[in-house]
C-alpha cells in the first residue's frame, strides 16, 4: 500500500468527554483537491482517499477498500472503516469524534502529511 502526502489543517480539540487537545487531521479542499480520511475503527490508522481519482468516482468506502488489509493491525479495512474525523479511536475501548463542518478550509496552519492511500482494487484488463 503506497502512502500519499496530503496537504492537512492541525487542530487541537475536545474529541470526547475528558478529552481535550487531541490532534485532528483535517485535510484542506481547494479547487484540484477532493482528499477525505476514513480510519481503521480496529487499531486508528488513518487512511486517505482521493475523490479525484477516476476510479473511485461512484464507489462507497467499503467498495474502494474492498478485500485490502490494514498494514498496522492486518484486518479486512471494508469491515473496520469509518469516516474521520466523525470517529476517531483514541484508545482499544473509547471513540471519540469531532465536527470539521465549523472548521474554515484555510491554508495558514496547515502542514502536509503522509497517510497510506486506499485505492479500488485493480480489475483485471481482459
Known amino acids: 500500500m503506497k502512502k500519499k502526502k496530503i496537504r492537512c489543517l492541525i487542530k487541537y480539540e475536545n474529541v470526547a468527554i475528558g478529552i481535550y487537545n487531541y490532534k485532528v ?7 484540484w483537491s477532493n482528499n477525505s480520511l476514513v480510519t481503521c475503527t480496529n487499531c486508528g490508522e488513518l487512511f486517505v482517499i482521493d475523490w479525484e481519482n477516476p476510479e473511485t468516482e461512484n464507489l462507497s468506502i467499503k467498495q474502494i477498500a474492498g478485500s485490502t488489509l490494514c498494514p498496522t493491525c492486518n484486518v479486512i479495512l471494508s469491515r473496520y472503516l469509518a469516516t474521520y474525523p466523525a470517529t476517531i479511536r483514541i484508545s482499544e475501548d473509547q471513540f471519540g469524534s469531532f465536527n470539521d463542518e465549523a472548521i474554515s478550509n484555510q491554508d495558514e496552519g496547515s502542514e502536509i502529511v503522509e ?3 486506499i485505492r479500488p482494487p485493480q480489475k483485471d484488463l481482459k
Open 115 to 117: 497517510f497510506y492511500e
Open 25 to 31: 487531521f483535517l485535510p484542506l479542499k481547494s479547487g
